[in-house]
């Protein structure tokens, strides 16, 4: 029988510049709207962003349970009911526009969104403005949406992860810092908060005008009119959410979230990180970070990823990344693994953090991720959505309108020695809190002498 014969891989196309759409900023009806223009495309993406996240939301009494959970929460309750519409109907009220509702709040900044057929547009804006302005919060609606929160914040810390997390921010930032616990919340956070809360904090941070975000084809939108029905019924300022505790100074350096009887243990290693402003001040080439970035961590072939998962077994993934967003950047490793593998996945990944830091990169994984995130730009941006969420971004950071373009064409340029003199700006393996969801009894002593040995 003759032997099948097996392709050989086919050798990486050269890479092509990438130009983002054109981008308008414009102040109209009172308030700043930013818009991507799509010439030609039949489905438009329409946001607001707003004030409020969670490091807004009130601080605790004396005694009292903190309120963590009400910036989601009140952003969650923006369309389950409002003056002229219940739950249901607003409900029915997206859907024949053919449109799809989001909401997302975040530590500074609230985000509600509504992408739809472009030719429905006024109509969806209206639905928006609606949500953001004349929220009801009606009692049945709140009581039943902040129930039924409780009981899905229980089943969350049921399953592991978010514990682990948790754990990871209570030691960089202290657990009585807001920063330094979940900007969700918690089933207890969540079982205190009520309807006057949520009232009170959407009357605070939500009624500012805002910004208003539209990706789509500008010949067909009228951006004056979708602006006078975002704006009208606006507050006249922006009130401006608090910033972030700073890191504690001297960090426990492993901390065990224990869970008696599991079977597998969850990781969380990480330090804090300075902003996207702070770095590109600082002359840290962004660019050049986020190659660092994926080669260590961000794609299925980086070295964590291989290491843990195809060399050693530990685990079906892993994965580290940047984010160096507002208040404050983070670097965070995360992956799941067997219990009894706990300590040497561990101390593999500790290893490989190291290596990296001092020896760099090499050519060919500068190549084969250069050729990755370039092609990947193109098609992560083909949908109006996509196109929005990078309009969130400038606005999050201040960058110009050419950012991405600008980024795409430093990609194709950047070096090794831009590779790893970025990453070495940033990156401090010295500095690495690990974080650990699982069974302590099993693994704690061999754990703590592989951290302590790291």
Avoid: C
Avoid at 8 to 29: D, H, I, K
């Amino acid at each position: 029988m003759t032997s099948p014969r097996l392709a050989s891989r086919p050798a990486p196309a050269a890479q092509r510049p990438y130009v983002f759409p054109e981008v308008r900023r414009l102040a109209l009806s009172g308030g700043e709207v930013v818009a991507a223009h799509l010439p030609g495309q039949p489905l438009a993406w329409l946001g607001v962003m707003l004030g409020g996240g969670a490091l807004a939301e009130p601080a605790p009494a004396a005694e009292a349970l903190a309120l963590d959970g009400l910036s989601r929460a009140t952003a969650s309750l923006l369309d389950e009911g409002t003056e002229h519409y219940t739950a249901d109907e607003f409900g029915a009220a997206v859907e024949s526009l053919g449109g799809h509702w989001g909401v997302d709040s975040g530590w500074q900044s609230t985000k509600v969104t509504i992408d739809l057929p472009v030719s429905r547009a006024a109509a969806g804006v209206s639905l928006l403005a609606e949500a953001v302005r004349r929220p009801a919060f009606r009692d049945v609606d709140t009581r039943r949406f902040l129930s039924d929160l409780t009981s899905a914040k229980r089943e969350q810390f049921a399953r592991p992860g978010v514990r682990a997390q948790q754990a990871l921010r209570n030691a960089l930032y202290g657990e009585r810092t807001r920063y330094g616990r979940l900007a969700g919340g918690t089933p207890e956070s969540a079982a205190v908060l009520d309807g006057a809360a949520v009232r009170a904090f959407h009357e605070q941070w939500l009624r500012g005008p805002g910004v208003l975000l539209v990706a789509g084809d500008l010949d067909v939108l009228d951006l004056e009119a979708l602006a006078a029905a975002v704006f009208a019924d606006a507050a006249t300022e922006n009130p401006h959410t608090p910033d972030a505790e700073a890191p504690l100074p001297d960090p426990k350096r492993l901390t065990i979230a224990d869970r008696p009887g599991a079977v597998q243990s969850t990781l969380r290693i990480g330090h804090p990180a300075a902003t996207r402003t702070e770095l590109t001040a600082a002359g840290v080439d962004i660019v050049a970070l986020r190659v660092a970035s994926t080669i260590l961590g961000g794609s299925f072939s980086s070295r964590l990823n291989k290491e843990l998962r195809e060399v050693k077994g530990y685990t079906y993934g892993a994965h580290s990344s940047f984010d160096l967003g507002r208040p404050q950047g983070l670097y965070a490793m995360t992956t799941e693994v067997q219990t009894d593998s706990t300590a040497p996945a561990v101390a593999d990944a500790l290893r490989i953090i190291h290596e990296f830091f001092d020896d760099g990169a090499t050519p060919a994984e500068l190549e084969l991720t250069r050729a990755y995130l370039a092609g990947a730009t193109p098609i992560g941006l083909q949908s109006p959505g996509a196109v929005g969420s990078r309009l969130i971004e400038m606005v999050r950071h201040g960058l110009p309108g050419d950012y991405v373009t600008a980024e795409h064409a430093r990609l194709l340029e950047v070096t090794l020695d831009d590779v790893d003199t970025a990453l070495r700006a940033v990156l401090r393996p010295s500095d690495l809190v690990v974080a650990v969801e699982g069974d302590e009894s099993v693994f704690g002593t061999e754990l703590a002498k592989a951290v302590r040995e790291a």
